[in-house]
């Protein structure tokens, strides 16, 4: 239930039916609704609604009306009661009423601000504002009364929108603000206050620039310095950025588009038409206009009137059922407004399904999204954030968001709530069944226009598929194009008709009949084998996978091609799919396949990799079973940080055995055991921090370069946590180590020696972690080239780290044991620490130890995964959407996952 005095003023119930009354019965409700609760006699009411007293019949007459209207729509939920004095009163719930929920949002506004909360401030304003969808009293009889009533609201939503602007301005927001003065100065043209924001907005844009203007002057003989220290920080432009951007963007889906052969032969046709009313907002706060009534110009159109409509309301969902080409329809936008000269902001496809609006916000998403497919704009920018974040906070970013019903179960309603709080441009693509249900739920997209994609025609198929093929078939003694018989008796192949009706089953269709030569269209029109509409797509989309692998793809690279077996090929694509689906996502990602990959296998890989490390740094050294059982389980319980404590224990008890005489190992279990695991664990716990003070994260992949310039305060960072706590692990090592019975003088010079290596060690991996940069903003990286940067980053991480830890292990041991010897083998042990930390630290170093190795050798995928991944994407089978893979369709890989493949 919902009444509204803002706009035009009406009730509906939750089904969108709405109260129908006159001007006069609305003038009635509307002092109603501003009165909930309390009695409103006759002559009060009479005195606000009519300019003249009128009789009783008349007032009797109206009221009865309103009171019929309230009763049919919402039954006992809405009465209109009359008090004993006469008097009419309305007793609804303050959240039921548009202005009540403005008046609380904006009260709890204002204590916020007053206690200089101005976060929370800025949160409860724009609540507040968001429930002003129009003008106040719409549609209401004139009389003087109705009027100062209007101003009274008016002066209230405007007290409002400048409490939220000068929010904005007092947390340094300009960009914002000026686009919210800049939307309601259409409506108060001549307000004084708005033109004055206006002008504090604009030039707090330049504010940084002009205070580090007149610092340059003062301070002109430090300023190489300062530049050098800054690097591109303060030097980066978001207009060159933004440039750089749109250009990867256009490269990305231009090639996206060649691979799908959206114009080969032609474009399947785009209509649309104006979504139901109740699944989009008023169409005066979509135009943001001030009209009362305006008749929606964009009932129905194609491609070039979808770009055209988004200029002129800034904000648009599109519907359609599954398969509807809802995606390829956003690639194409994209696309044309990137080739638009007056295109301002840079269009950006993200998909939905990996959003999780209950833990991070739209911005923080879209930023962090940004960076991971454009890794140059993980450089910082102006303010010391990204120039991700940068694009984002400022506005320069439209973001089309693909897939919304692809988002988690539950978190729809969560969903839109956040996408309400934005007021930035946006396109939002989903299903029309899922989207109606969440703004049931909760609420419209607020000032966003809705279109609908109609079904392609039979004479869009009759145009489009004979000419996808040369094929012809030999039937009844002529010859003819495959497609006709098919498209002759289309008209009455109801369930068929009905499937070729979406861009995604004409697809698939063409794929495996115009594309091949083993598969016949005819065969879709035999009725015993496709009975239902339902059967028809499952055929086609379990003979879409083989029917690509029978011939290589269209583009191939001579040079990398690699032929795959079909059955094969649809077995791993099924497994895949599956991983898919366990992970709850859409999005290929790599790195994260190790997830799926059964627990014991993880560890028994990791202690396998950590014990053959061990092994080798045991036989560098030659000081007995009882030391290498402690440093055995000490190494082990290093790496077990990562991993967890049993995969720990395990790379330590194989170490012993691979690095040792095994023959001792029971005198040595009875002798000081406790003692020596007690100092392995202390140790293992030091270093932890040691690793926990400079990898805070789970590894990820990386893109990086190495490079001084504009780094320096970073490093700094770095290397002070490495400075401060180097020494401390390396006492806990000195200790271990003289505990563990080596060949020390005594703890004290154990504890020298330990300080030493990690005064060496701790700086060191705090410089090598602040020396990394992200890449050019020009790159928009493919999962391919993700791989291959992390495997880079990989190798010189390792190779890096070892050469620090065999300088410290060197200068360690040689105080410790006073054998010189020491400085000669401490690199090679340096050397193999690194190897273990680059495939232990690093999404790369996980990928090939766990995920590619079993998968390999279970056959759900091949060695060279990327490789496959890369032909699927060639072939169709995958879509590329920035750095990582899909499937070309949700139903693709839903129906790969679910199918039973034989042998």
């Known amino acids: 239930m919902e009444f509204r005095v803002f706009g035009q003023v009406e009730g509906r119930d939750d089904a969108g039916l709405s109260v129908a009354i006159s001007p006069t019965g609305r003038a009635i409700l509307a002092v109603l609704l501003l009165h909930l609760g309390q009695p409103i006699t006759t002559e009060r009411l009479i005195t606000l609604v009519w300019d003249k007293p009128c009789n009783a019949d008349t007032f009797y007459r109206h009221v009865t009306e309103l009171r019929r209207s309230l009763a049919d729509v919402f039954g006992a939920a809405a009465r209109l009661p009359r008090s004993k004095n006469s008097a009419l009163q309305l007793d609804l ?211 070039d009137q979808v770009a055209d409509m988004l200029r002129e309301v800034r904000r648009l969902v599109v519907l359609g059922r599954a398969g509807s080409g809802k995606t390829i329809l956003v690639m194409r936008l994209v696309l044309k407004l990137l080739a638009s000269p007056d295109t301002d902001l840079v269009p950006v ?41 940068a694009l984002v906070r400022d506005g320069r970013i439209l973001p089309v968001l693909d897939g919304f019903d692809e988002i988690a179960d539950g978190l729809h309603g969560a969903a839109l709530r956040s996408l309400n709080t934005l007021t930035t441009p946006l396109v939002l693509t989903s299903r029309t069944a899922e989207f109606e249900a969440a703004i049931t739920a909760t609420d419209v997209l607020t000032n966003a226009a809705g279109i609908e994609l109609d079904e392609l025609t039979l004479r869009d198929l009759t145009a489009y598929l004979p000419r996808t093929t040369t094929r012809t078939a030999l039937r009844d003694g002529e010859t003819t194009p495959i497609w006709d018989p098919v498209l002759a008796r289309l008209d009455s192949a109801g369930d068929l008709k009905k499937v070729l009706s979406t861009p995604l089953m004409v697809g698939l269709a063409r794929a495996i009949y115009s594309d091949t030569r083993e598969h016949d269209p005819v065969e879709l029109l035999d009725t015993g084998r496709f009975g239902t509409a339902d059967a028809v797509e499952a055929h086609l989309l379990n003979a879409f996978v083989p029917a690509v692998y029978r011939h290589p793809p269209l583009d191939r690279d001579r040079r990398r091609y690699r032929r795959w077996d079909p059955d094969l090929a649809h077995q791993w ?40 490390a061990a092994s080798l740094t045991g036989m560098l050294f030659t000081m007995g079973l009882e030391f290498l059982l402690t440093f055995g389980l000490v190494a082990g319980l290093m790496y077990g940080l990562s ?80 400075l401060a706590v180097g020494p401390l692990v390396g006492v806990t090592f000195g200790v271990a180590f003289d505990l563990a019975g ?126 496959f991944l890369e032909d699927a994407h060639r072939r169709g089978v995958l879509r590329q959407a920035g750095a990582v893979y899909q499937f070309r369709h949700a139903r693709l890989q839903d129906h790969l996952a679910s199918v039973t493949l034989g042998g």
């Open 93 to 303: 719930t303050e959240e039921a009423v548009d202005y009540h929920r403005f008046r609380n949002h904006f009260q709890a506004g204002k204590i916020a601000f007053t206690k200089k909360e101005f976060r929370a401030a800025l949160t409860e304003l724009r609540q507040a504002m968001r429930q002003c969808q129009g003008h106040p009293l719409t549609g209401v009889s004139a009389s003087d009364g109705m009027a100062n009533l209007r101003v009274r609201l008016d002066g209230e939503r405007q007290n409002a929108c400048q409490l939220l602007i000068n929010t904005l301005l007092t947390l340094g927001r300009y960009s914002d603000a000026l686009a919210e003065i800049d939307f309601y100065r259409t409506q108060w043209r001549h307000d004084e206050f708005l033109a004055a924001a206006r002008e504090r907005a604009a030039a707090g844009r330049g504010q940084e620039v002009v205070a580090g203007n007149v610092i340059s002057k003062a301070r002109s003989v430090v300023r190489p310095v300062r530049r050098f220290i800054a690097g591109d920080a303060g030097e980066a432009s978001l207009d060159a950025a933004a440039g750089q951007l749109a250009d990867a963007v256009r490269r990305q889906w231009e090639h996206e588009e060649a691979l799908r052969r959206i114009h080969d032969p032609f474009p399947l046709p785009v209509r649309w038409h104006t979504a139901p009313a109740e699944l989009t907002d008023h169409w005066a706060n979509v135009a943001r206009a001030s009209a009362t009534t305006l008749a929606d110009p964009f009932a129905e159109g194609d491609l």
């Open 349 to 389: 496809i993200f998909s939905l399904g990996s959003w999780n609006p209950a833990e991070v916000s739209m911005r923080d998403w879209l930023a962090d999204q940004l960076s991971r497919d454009h890794p140059g704009l993980a450089a910082r920018g102006p303010d010391n954030i990204t120039l991700a974040a």
């Open 573 to 612: 694509l099924h497994q895949l799919a599956r991983q898919l689906n366990r992970l709850g996502t859409r999005d290929l990602l790599w790195w994260q396949l190790g997830r799926t990959v059964p627990r014991v296998v993880t560890l028994a890989a990791f202690a396998a990799v950590g014990a053959l």
């Open 643 to 722: 991993y967890g404590l049993v995969p720990g224990l395990l790379v330590g008890v194989t170490f012993t055995f691979l690095g040792g005489a095994a023959s001792r190992l029971t005198g040595v279990l009875a002798i000081g055991f406790g003692v020596r695991v007690a100092a392995g664990i202390v140790f293992s716990l030091a270093v932890g921090v040691l690793f926990g003070a400079l990898v805070t994260k789970e590894p990820e992949p990386q893109s990086i370069k190495f490079r001084v310039r504009g780094r320096l305060p970073e490093i700094t960072r770095r290397v002070l946590v490495g």
């Open 742 to 867: 080596g060949p020390s003088a005594e703890l004290g010079t154990a504890i020298t020696g330990g300080i030493a290596g990690g005064l060496i060690a701790g700086p060191m991996v705090g410089l090598i972690g602040g020396l990394a940069v992200a890449v050019d903003i020009r790159t928009a990286i493919s999962p391919a080239d993700l791989l291959k940067s992390s495997r880079t980053n990989a190798v010189v991480q390792s190779v890096a780290i070892g050469l620090v830890f065999g300088a410290a292990f060197g200068v360690a041991f040689e105080v410790m044991t006073g054998q010189a010897a020491s400085l000669a083998t401490g690199p090679a042990v340096g050397l193999v620490a690194g190897v273990v930390v680059g495939l232990g630290m690093t999404a790369w170093g996980r990928w090939v130890l766990v995920a590619r190795v079993w998968f390999s050798l279970t056959n759900k995928q091949p060695w060279v995964m990327i490789a």
